[in-house]
């Protein structure tokens, strides 16, 4: 019989560094959730599923988005990013 094993998200020896040039807003420090977010999301998205990202403000979904969108698809693909807020309207929206 196989045996199955666990695997922690993040092994107790995971060293990360920021590097010298990096700007303030483009640090984003990984965790147990945004790896494992990162994780399924891949999954997904390359067995052909539709994704939605739900979860209380700033817990990185926009960011881990974003990241995906930029390094992690095929070429045939292409991103535009549009902003929204609370009070951002249907009629803004259209008019872009």
């Known amino acids: ?3 199955c094993v ?3 998200w993040i092994s107790n ?3 990360f560094e920021i590097p010298d040039s990096a700007t303030y807003n483009s640090v984003v420090i ?3 959730d945004t790896i494992r977010n990162e ?3 891949d999954r997904l998205l390359k067995n052909g599923f539709n994704l939605l ?3 209380d403000t700033g817990t990185g979904k926009s ?3 974003k990241k995906k969108l930029l390094e992690g698809m095929p070429e045939k693909y292409t ?3 549009i902003n929204f807020s609370a009070q951002t309207s249907a009629n803004q929206t259209q008019d872009i």
Do not use: L
């Open 13 to 15: 020896d995971f060293k």
């Open 63 to 65: 960011v881990a988005v």
């Open 53 to 55: 990202c739900t979860g």
């Open 39 to 41: 994780f399924f999301m």
């Open 1 to 3: 019989p196989v045996k």
């Open 79 to 81: 991103s535009m990013f």
């Open 30 to 32: 990984p965790t147990v």
């Open 6 to 8: 666990w695997y922690p």
